[in-house]
Nanobody
Framework: QVQLVESGGGLVQAGDSLRLSCAAS????????VAWFRQAPGKEREFVAR????????FYADSVKGRFTISRDNAKNTVYLQMNSLKPEDTAVYYC???????????????WGQGTQVTVSS
């Protein structure tokens, strides 16, 4: 049982940076793989980044590679997504997820936050 709450979204200009946070309650992140997904209006939810529960592996979608960084702090029960060089096409609702399967597919994750809006103007 995990409850996730995202924060840190907002309205920024192209080229700016944001750091999203996902705080967990009910159970620690230490036993779960974590990931970030995003969904723009009228589009399917897409994978952004994942991090193994051991912290030993990271993987990014090609669209964000080199610009975004996923990290976790198990002591704070929080996962982060640092987003640099933001582009208008990054505009979406961003969701954090946790689960027992390390995957880039949303259906492999058991727990989800409600999302935080990121809007990048051009």
């Amino acid at each position: 049982q995990v409850q996730l709450v995202e924060s840190g979204g907002g309205l920024v200009q192209a080229g700016d940076s944001l750091r999203l946070s996902c705080a967990a309650s009910g159970r620690t992140f230490g036993s779960y793989n974590v990931a970030w997904f995003r969904q723009a209006p009228g589009k399917e939810r897409e994978f952004v980044a994942r991090l193994s529960w051991t912290g030993g592996d990271k993987f990014y979608a090609d669209s964000v590679k080199g610009r975004f960084t996923i990290s976790r702090d198990n002591a704070k029960n929080t996962v982060y997504l640092q987003m640099n060089s933001l582009k208008p096409e990054d505009t979406a609702v961003y969701y954090c997820a946790a689960g027992g399967i390390y995957s880039s597919y949303s259906y492999n994750y058991d727990y989800w936050g409600q999302g935080t809006q990121v809007t990048v103007s051009s």
